[in-house]
């Protein structure tokens, strides 16, 4: 019965690329659900991160901006672009900002 539920909860997986240091948030997000399958040598690593839906990964994952990379599937890719377009059309008239950097997210840790 657990491994059914676990199997639900699960059912989408997709593999990102996101700096080393970043690994820990992203496994106390999504628990179990979240492994490292490669760190790269450039201070970033590859992981699989999973949820039921690809819209559910990709809603976990889109407040990271350019800081992480869904290399597959391409339905989170999708899901990630649609909400993408969705923000950009309903705040289109907002200043836009710099994109994030590794610098500003420093910045953003140290004040917290």
């Not at 690994?23 to 399958?37: E, P, S, W």
């Not at 760190?39 to 970033?44: A, I, P, T, V």
């Amino acid at each position: 019965m657990v491994d059914e539920v676990e199997q639900k909860r699960s059912g989408t997986w997709a593999t990102v690329i996101i700096e080393a240091r970043f690994a820990t948030i992203l496994r106390d997000h999504f628990g179990r659900h979240f492994n490292v399958q490669a760190e790269l040598g450039d201070k970033r690593v590859q992981a699989r991160v999973g949820a039921p839906t690809p819209r559910d990964i990709a809603r976990n994952l889109a407040g990271w901006g350019a800081l992480i990379e869904v290399i597959e599937p391409r339905s989170v890719q999708a899901e990630l672009a649609r909400i993408g377009a969705e923000l950009a059309a309903a705040y289109h008239h907002a200043e836009q900002p710099e994109p994030a950097t590794a610098k500003q997210a420093d910045a953003t840790e140290d004040s917290a």
